[in-house]
């Protein structure tokens, strides 16, 4: 009979605990504005991407004081490289300016596309841009999102004004440390030797 009487607070001790556990785990995930739609994530979550971005259409806009290298293109396209940056995650990022020089509107070649099927669907991107790594003999291509999305720049005007410039960047599987320079190979331009810093 005894036993009865100890199985009974015990289990409203195991309910009450179970309550508050569950009180505190809804707590902690987040709270709700009232139309079923939790609090946006503050800005310090926000993805490595968006905090180094700095133009309005959410493109990382590159440092344009230092110039690695100008290639002509056709058309009076020009390419500026001004960084090839390492990161801690074993990237490596170009960015840059394609500069319409010419008097006339520059239409954007579907060659900057890329070949590929796979990303096809995400519209105009640079993803036809590669690296090379003459020391090691290897070719790098632009790094695709979980979704297939290069991680490039996409998503510009088909053309580019006279006078006007389309900033871009391009991420890359990083070479071996060792590597200390690789060439840029796109379409419509001579290969392009850029020290990796």
Known sequence: MSIRYVR???RAGAAVLLAATLTLSMAACGSDDGNGKGKEPSSSSAPAKEKETGSADGEAVPDTSKILVTV??????DMVINSAKRDSGGFLTVSGQLKNTGSGLYTTPIQWNGEEEAVASTGRSL???TLVDSQEKKRYYVL????NRPLTTSGYDPSIEAGKSLTFFA???????????VDLQFP???NA????S
């Open 8 to 10: 009974g607070p015990r």
């Open 72 to 77: 002509k293109g056709d058309s009076g396209i």
């Open 193 to 196: 030797t850029i020290e990796i």
């Open 188 to 190: 419509g331009f001579t």
């Open 144 to 147: 695709r999102d979980t979704d």
């Open 171 to 181: 991420q890359f599987p990083a070479p071996a440390q060792s590597t200390s320079q």
């Open 127 to 129: 993803a036809a841009m």
